[in-house]
C-alpha cells in the first residue's frame, strides 16, 4: 500500500510517499480502508520536532531520538473496515467508521489497523468521509478544553484563534452548550466565525480584548498563541483560561466520538474543510499549515 513516511525530523522535504506493507488486524482489530484524513497541528510538531527544551529528551523517547518511531503521521482519518480479527463484535466489514489514531498515528496511508476499542465509532450518516474525518481532533479538543474550564448556559466565552480546527469547532460547541460567544481572528475570517454562531467578532490585529473592558467567564486559546497572565485581567473572578499548548494533551473516550456523530447527525455542528489534498500532496499541506492561516481544517483524501 502507498503511505507517506517520515524520513526524519525536518522540513515538509523530509516526507516521502513510499510503498509499505499493508497492516494484517490482530484478533481484536479491525483494518479500515482510509478514504480521508487530515494534515493538523500535531503532525507538524512531530515532524519538526517542535518541543520546549525541558521536554526534549523526555519528548524523543515517546517520539524517537533520530527520527520519529512510528513514521507514518496523521491522527484523525474517516473509512470502510475491509477486515476484522476473529475476536472482533463490535463491527463488521464494510462498516463506514471515522477514528482518532491518537500516538498510534497511521492515518496517512492507504489501510490501518485500530482496536475495536479503540476511538472509533461509526460515522455520522450525514457527513462525507471528509467532514467526518476533519470533526475529530478539533471537536474533541474544544469538548475536553470545555469540560475542563465547566463551560454551562449564560457563560461569556472568549474564543482566541477561533477560524482554525480547534476554533471552529469550539465556536459551535459553545453556542450548543448555551454560551455567549466572542471569536478572536482576522477581519478576512468574520463571515466565516459568524456563520459558526459567533455572536460577536474582534480581529486581534486591531483590538486588544484584555483592554476593551469587557470579561469572561472563559477564555479559550485555541491556538497557543497568548498567556494566562494576559488574560486573567479578562477573566471575571472565578472564569477559566484554558489553552491547547501547554495544559497537556485533550483526554479523549468514545463517547467523545459517538457525541460529536451525534451532534453533526443534528446538525448542531459541521466541518469547515478550507483545503484539500491527496495523499502524494501531503507535503505541500504541511507547507500550507505551517503559515498558519489556515480555516478550519486541511482534509487529505486517500
Not at 461509526?122 to 470533526?135: D, F, R
Not at 477564555?219 to 471575571?236: E, M
Not at 451532534?263 to 483545503?275: G, H, P, R
Request: hydrophobic content about 40%; aromatic content about 8%.
Amino acid at each position: 500500500m502507498k503511505a507517506m513516511v517520515c524520513t526524519k525530523y525536518g522540513s515538509p522535504d523530509v516526507l516521502e510517499l513510499q510503498e509499505v506493507d499493508k497492516p494484517t488486524p490482530k484478533e481484536n482489530e479491525i483494518l479500515i480502508k482510509v478514504h480521508a484524513t487530515s494534515v493538523s497541528s500535531g503532525d507538524l510538531r512531530i515532524r519538526g520536532f517542535k518541543s520546549p527544551l525541558m521536554l526534549w529528551i523526555p519528548m524523543r523517547i515517546v517520539l524517537g531520538f533520530r527520527k520519529p518511531r512510528k513514521p507514518i503521521l496523521g491522527t484523525e482519518l474517516a473509512g470502510e473496515i475491509e477486515a476484522i480479527g476473529k475476536d472482533v463484535t463490535r463491527y463488521k466489514k464494510g462498516d463506514q467508521v471515522f477514528s482518532l489514531t491518537g500516538m498510534r498515528l497511521g492515518a496517512h496511508a492507504e489501510f490501518t489497523c485500530m482496536p475495536e476499542n479503540g476511538l472509533v465509532a461509526i460515522k455520522p450518516t450525514n457527513a462525507s468521509y471528509e467532514e467526518a474525518a476533519t470533526v475529530l481532533f478539533g471537536g474533541t479538543s474544544a469538548l475536553y478544553f470545555f469540560r475542563k474550564a465547566k463551560i454551562r448556559k449564560g457563560h461569556k466565552v472568549l474564543i482566541y484563534g477561533a477560524s482554525g480546527a480547534v476554533g471552529t469547532s469550539a465556536i459551535q460547541l459553545a453556542k450548543y452548550y448555551g454560551a455567549e460567544v466572542t471569536a478572536v481572528c482576522s477581519t478576512a475570517n468574520f463571515e466565516l466565525v459568524k456563520s459558526l454562531g459567533a455572536d460577536k467578532v474582534m480581529d486581534y490585529t486591531k483590538e486588544d480584548f484584555t483592554k476593551n473592558g469587557e470579561h469572561y467567564d472563559i477564555i479559550f486559546d485555541a491556538v497557543g498563541k497568548n498567556s494566562k497572565s494576559n488574560c486573567q485581567k479578562a477573566l471575571t473572578p472565578n472564569g477559566s483560561y484554558v489553552t491547547v499548548d501547554g495544559q497537556g494533551m485533550a483526554k479523549v473516550r468514545t463517547e467523545d466520538l459517538i457525541f460529536l456523530k451525534e451532534l453533526m447527525e443534528a446538525n448542531k455542528i459541521k466541518s469547515v474543510i478550507d483545503k484539500r489534498y491527496s495523499l502524494a500532496q501531503i507535503p505541500e499541506a504541511h507547507r500550507y499549515v505551517e503559515k498558519g492561516h489556515k480555516k478550519g481544517n486541511v482534509v487529505i483524501t486517500v
